[in-house]
């Protein structure tokens, strides 16, 4: 159990854990429970004699409970309830084993469930807000498609297939698995609230119909992304003014696009280039060699997995790149100085922040010098 000296509220505590070649690892998660108590809940142990859990409390500091302390009982009735009492979070999605039968027409339809997940900021300040998993630094929450759901041969555990999930400090998914919602134990009173630290994910589960494998690159862990970044950050190259250089403005748009997919400059001609952002994730602005997209695109994809990613600006190592920005973050911009190359042609760019490339290009043609 765990007890919210804040908020008078509690929580059933469930653990997940590894223990292979990898190494240990353990991985936890809540399921909030109905009822409050009248003070700062702090203190709860179940009596050796009559079984119930008795809690006390008190108040004075950061609580927005009612009174300044409190000492309660929570009776079991006898009565049925419904709750997740496990769980195991798998490359293509979690399984959740109930206290109670489920039903089957009910917790096997995706349509009554939903997903979202978020992450927090490590850093030496007191608390975090909440940050997309997928765009690192920008405030807000990343739903998750659920592909498929499936009550399991118990009757008890339910998988909810979600193709997309990665480590994240908090997985929240929202569940109904029975037609009788009276004795579920959330404190929406229906349905069943859990949320998720994931830590690890084991192999894909298999023991569903219709099961189809995919290749899959899983996401490095947000906490080594957040000690990796408050190291030094590469520093761009083509910061520096060249002198008599053209400007030229490229924006993002909506739906992972540049407003500009195409510009025309001389071959070594000098150019300011000024990346402005008004979109609603970070974007950068890399240009390579005539030919490469792909091979540079793949490479960005990739960066998912290297903690260095941020701190290296999501840009690969590759000596296909030409020129690049940083990651501007929306509502900024940055301004390079690069050479037009010397060889005439066309020479993609694109952002190569992971899974952007491949809508989110374009294409610099260089003429003759003279032209």
């Known amino acids: 159990m765990h007890f919210s000296f804040g908020a008078g509220a509690w929580f059933a505590v469930l653990g997940d854990e590894f223990d292979d070649e990898v190494g240990d690892q353990l991985q936890g998660a809540v399921v909030p429970l109905a009822g409050d108590f009248l003070s700062g809940a702090h203190r709860g142990r179940f009596h050796p004699l009559d079984g119930q859990l008795y809690v006390s409390g008190m108040s004075g500091w950061g609580s927005y409970t009612r009174d300044d302390g409190c000492f309660q009982r929570v009776r079991y009735t006898g009565d049925a309830i419904q709750v997740p009492v496990g769980f195991h979070t798998h490359e293509n999605g979690i399984r959740i084993t109930f206290a109670a039968p489920?039903?089957?027409?009910?917790?096997?339809?995706?349509?009554?469930?939903?997903?979202?997940?978020?992450?927090?900021?490590?850093?030496?300040?007191?608390?975090?807000?909440?940050?997309?998993?997928?765009?690192?630094?920008?405030?807000g929450h990343d739903p998750l498609r659920i592909q498929s759901a499936h009550v399991l041969d118990d009757g008890?555990?339910?998988?909810?297939?979600?193709?997309?999930?990665?480590?994240?400090?908090?997985?929240?998914?929202?569940?109904?698995?029975?037609?009788?919602e009276s004795f579920s134990c959330n404190p929406a009173g229906s349905g069943?609230?859990?949320?998720?630290?994931?830590?690890?994910?084991?192999?894909?589960?298999?023991?569903?119909?219709?099961?189809?494998?995919?290749?899959?690159q899983i996401a490095v862990h947000p906490l080594l992304v957040d000690l990796a970044s408050m190291a030094d950050r590469t520093p761009n190259p083509?910061?520096?003014?060249?002198?008599?250089?053209?400007?030229?403005?490229?924006?993002?748009?909506?739906?992972?696009?540049?407003?500009t997919g195409q510009f025309t400059v001389r071959a070594n001609e000098a150019v300011a280039l000024t990346l402005s952002n008004?979109?609603?994730?970070?974007?950068?602005w890399v240009l390579v060699q005539r030919g490469a997209l792909q091979h540079v695109g793949e490479l960005g994809n990739q960066m998912i997995a290297n903690p260095q990613a941020f701190a290296q600006q999501y840009i690969p190592d590759s000596d296909q790149v030409l020129a690049?920005?940083?990651?501007?973050?929306?509502?900024?911009?940055?301004t390079i100085y690069f050479v037009a190359p010397a060889t005439p042609g066309r020479y993609?760019?694109?952002?190569?922040?992971p899974g952007h490339w491949m809508v989110m290009n374009g294409v610099m043609v260089v003429t003759e010098e003279g032209s």
């Open 324 to 334: 690049h920005t940083d990651i501007v973050a929306p509502g900024q911009e940055q």
């Open 156 to 180: 008890h555990s339910l998988f909810l297939e979600i193709p997309d999930l990665q480590p994240v400090n908090q997985l929240h998914l929202r569940m109904h698995v029975n037609k009788e």
């Open 102 to 139: 489920l039903d089957a027409s009910i917790a096997g339809d995706r349509t009554r469930h939903f997903a979202q997940c978020w992450n927090y900021r490590y850093s030496g300040g007191y608390g975090s807000p909440e940050y997309s998993s997928t765009h690192r630094g920008t405030p």
């Open 348 to 353: 993609p760019f694109l952002c190569t922040f």
């Open 238 to 259: 083509w910061h520096r003014k060249i002198a008599g250089s053209r400007e030229i403005q490229i924006e993002t748009g909506s739906n992972l696009s540049y407003t």
């Open 192 to 216: 069943h609230d859990m949320f998720v630290t994931v830590h690890r994910l084991d192999i894909p589960f298999t023991e569903f119909a219709g099961y189809q494998p995919r290749e899959k």
């Open 278 to 284: 008004p979109d609603v994730v970070p974007h950068n």
